[in-house]
């Protein structure tokens, strides 16, 4: 069961388009979606991107805090910036793919569709 604080930031830092296609109940009850059962062979993948962008992440603390030249901690800073669109263009394509053109009913992959709508408006906006 949540704690008053932990309810109220998942609140808050959660899209809204998720609450609209989820049965989200303030009964502090939480029902998530389904999960997206990657094939083992493109979950490694993603996963090793991830980690890459970790590593990148952990250079630029490093850098900040051995007061690195900022035009060089900006070099960095675009580097995985770059690293985290890729990736989010990687997930991207396979939603369209597996969720989408690949979905059981209409309905479904209408449901699938207006989900990744809301998330690309986000994405766009930053």
Do not use: W
């Not at 604080?5 to 609209?20: D, K, R, W």
């Not at 009964?27 to 993948?45: C, F, V």
């Not at 070099?75 to 890729?86: D, G, H, I, P, Y």
Request: proline fraction near 2%.
């Amino acid at each position: 069961m949540l704690n008053l604080v932990a309810y109220q930031s998942l609140i808050l830092y959660t899209p809204m388009a998720y609450f609209e296609s989820t049965s989200f109940k303030t009964d502090k009850s939480i029902h998530m979606k389904a999960k997206h059962t990657r094939p083992g062979l493109e979950k490694r993948a993603l996963v090793v991107r991830l980690r890459k962008i970790k590593g990148q992440i952990e250079a630029l603390e490093k850098m900040v805090e051995a007061d690195t030249d900022c035009s060089d901690v900006l070099m960095q800073v675009v580097s995985a910036r770059q690293a985290l669109k890729s990736f989010s263009e990687e997930l991207i394509e396979s939603h369209m793919h597996e969720c989408i053109e690949n979905a059981a009913t209409q309905s479904e992959g209408r449901r699938h569709l207006r989900s990744l709508l809301a998330v690309l408006k986000r994405y766009a906006a930053v």
